[in-house]
């Protein structure tokens, strides 16, 4: 009996595992006097009549491009408060909106699915293109939000941007973390998916996304910022980033896959192999001085004249002349 004792508890382990799954937002059914998708003031009204929150830095007069942003796991739309406004001294407006889930949005906290993430975006690129349809469009995605925007280009309904930048994109999936780390997550989140946890002290006092102390800070006294998250949420991440690590040489419209040497928070490696799926004419850049969250770096001012400079000509090198990732492909000049 001794001997067998440790096999039951993993079988009932495994049981219990069993009783509960993951869970992921659906779509709302829209009201009945729904007017169709479009942009308020502070709020982007999605396909299904979900209302997302909408953070805005336009420039005085008819942009010449726009900057669709989406923000990283646990943020919101202001990820973009620091590059926002320098893109619209330059002519460039940034429609930032909080993804389901995350911020002002409903349901705070319940992973809000690749599938419903992908649409969003779909639809906010379209009325944007509706908005202004002499605009130069792109789609810049930071972390999750990269993750998100991989999956959507690399799918058979591509939004309709004319660029795509990837910034420190989440490409950290399942085949890529420790078997330790995939069997913690799998039975947490199946046992307990909606009981939210927080990181580890030992980790939060090791690991930075920026050197920028003082927008660390500023994160961390922001009330709309998550700091205690559900494993299921986590889970549902994890899920999306092994889908964009494996569908980034699905991406069709031309890439800038943005990466810091000293990013703490999505490793090197994963990074660097998924940037070998970079098409030849694609461009890379790993920034000694950069860390995660690029466009609020110390040096994130480098990163937003990059920005500027791809979205003006893809297929120039970019203004900084950092050193394409290691491993991706060198454009030609």
């Known amino acids: 009996m001794i001997r067998t004792l440790p096999i039951l508890l993993i079988a009932f382990g495994l049981w219990l595992a069993a009783c509960a799954a993951p869970v992921a937002q659906k779509a709302a059914v829209p009201p009945e006097n729904f007017r169709g998708p479009h942009l308020d003031r502070d709020a982007f009204v999605s396909f299904d009549g979900t209302r997302l929150g909408l953070s805005t830095w336009e420039p005085q007069g008819e942009p010449w491009a726009v900057i669709v942003a ?9 990820a973009f408060h620091m590059a926002g406004p320098y893109w619209a001294e330059r002519g460039i407006g940034t429609y930032a909106y909080d993804q389901r889930g995350f911020g002002r949005s409903p349901e705070r906290g319940v992973w809000g699915g690749r599938q419903l993430m992908e649409e969003d975006l779909r639809t906010i690129v379209g009325l944007v293109r509706q908005k202004h349809p002499k605009a130069i469009v792109a789609v810049a995605g930071e972390s999750m939000g990269g993750a998100v925007a991989i999956s ?3 799918s058979d309904d591509p939004p309709q941007a004319h660029r795509l930048v990837l910034l420190a994109p989440a490409v950290w999936g399942w085949k890529a973390q420790p078997f330790v780390n995939r069997l913690t997550l799998w039975f947490a989140a199946h046992t307990f998916p909606d009981r939210t946890l ?3 002290r030992f980790l939060t006092e090791r690991i930075y996304a920026s050197d920028n102390i003082d927008e660390l800070r500023r994160m961390g ?3 709309q910022m998550i ?3 559900r494993p299921d949420a986590i889970y549902g991440l994890v899920s999306l980033m092994e889908h964009a690590r494996l569908n980034l040489r699905d991406v069709e419209a031309p890439v800038a896959y943005l990466y810091g040497a ?8 994963p990074s660097f192999q998924t940037a070998r799926q970079l098409k030849k004419t694609d461009r890379s850049a790993w920034y000694p001085a950069g860390w995660h969250i690029l466009l609020r770096d110390l040096q994130a001012e480098v990163v937003w004249k990059d920005v500027e400079g791809f979205l003006r000509d893809p297929s120039a090198p970019l203004p900084s002349g950092t050193r394409t990732i290691p491993g991706a492909p060198t454009p030609p000049n």
Do not use: V
């Open 227 to 229: 700091w205690r998250t």
């Open 221 to 223: 006294r922001d009330p």
């Open 152 to 154: 959507a280009f690399a």
């Open 198 to 200: 927080s990181p580890p």
């Open 262 to 269: 000293h990013d703490e928070i999505i490793p090197e490696k």
């Open 70 to 78: 989406l923000h990283g796991m646990n943020d919101y739309a202001m």
